[in-house]
């Protein structure tokens, strides 16, 4: 499994797409496996990503008195990028779970429990592109951070309905999301 180190290695479009499908399918696998869900991945998708994230780095350094944006830029270049490009194509549903989920019938779990995973099941299948491209650049940026601010469910969830509704490239918007977060902890 590929470790993100610095921003930097992401410029290699190898190392991009494997950092990049390798996170969306595989960070969450202790929530999703137990609900009865698998994200499929496309590579070529995340090869437009890396375009796209590559482009508007060059964008981004033109403008720039040091030519070398900073990790919150890179960051929000990052998730634009992912954003736009939809990595995630599909999601694998294990329909016994699923039903078991929707029935209260899990075994172990009881009814709130199964009425809570369900609603994880929901968010995620609507917003999995949003919530994994939002976790992979925030944990990106996070490494260049002196503290440790996780984020809350509650501003992952915002942040998934604003990435949704806001496709379009946003990286200024986004900029300052990233820069705002540390700086406010």
Aim: proline share 4%; aromatic share 12%.
């Amino acid at each position: 499994m590929p470790v993100f180190l610095r921003f930097e290695h992401l410029d290699n479009e190898a190392h991009f797409v494997e950092v990049v499908c390798t996170h969306l399918r595989d960070a969450w696998t202790e929530v999703t496996a137990p609900v009865g869900l698998t994200p499929a991945v496309d590579a070529e998708r995340a090869k437009l990503a890396f375009g796209a994230y590559t482009q508007t780095l060059k964008e981004i350094t033109k403008l720039l008195h040091s030519q070398n944006p900073d990790h919150y830029k890179r960051a929000a270049a990052l998730l634009d990028a992912l954003n736009r490009t939809e990595v995630i194509t599909d999601l694998e549903l294990d329909g016994p779970t699923l039903e078991s989920l929707e029935d209260n019938t899990a075994l172990g779990l009881s009814v709130d429990d199964c009425k809570f995973r369900l609603k994880f099941v929901r968010f995620y299948s609507e917003y999995c592109n949003q919530l994994m491209a939002f976790d992979l650049a925030f944990r990106c940026c996070a490494a260049y951070e002196k503290t440790d601010i996780p984020y809350n469910p509650n501003y992952l969830e915002n942040m998934c309905h604003y990435l949704k509704e806001h496709a379009h490239p946003n990286v200024d918007a986004l900029y300052m999301i990233f820069k705002s977060y540390w700086f406010s902890g």
